[in-house]
């Protein structure tokens, strides 16, 4: 093994530790939207029938 495949290697691991934690990241952020959402929702839901 040469220093070149040691680097390749090292390199495809890094991306696909950093592909997973942005696709940890992204699904993170959808699941906050989504429960920010039902939050705001409910909250008019809850204002329109308490006035």
Do not use: G, P, Q, Y
Request: proline share 0%.
């Amino acid at each position: 093994m040469t220093m070149m495949d040691l680097a390749k290697k090292r390199l495809e691991r890094c991306s696909i530790l950093s592909n997973t934690v942005k696709k940890l990241v992204a699904s993170l952020f959808r699941i906050l939207n989504n429960l920010d959402h039902s939050i705001k929702t409910t909250i008019t839901i809850l204002t329109r029938t308490l006035t």
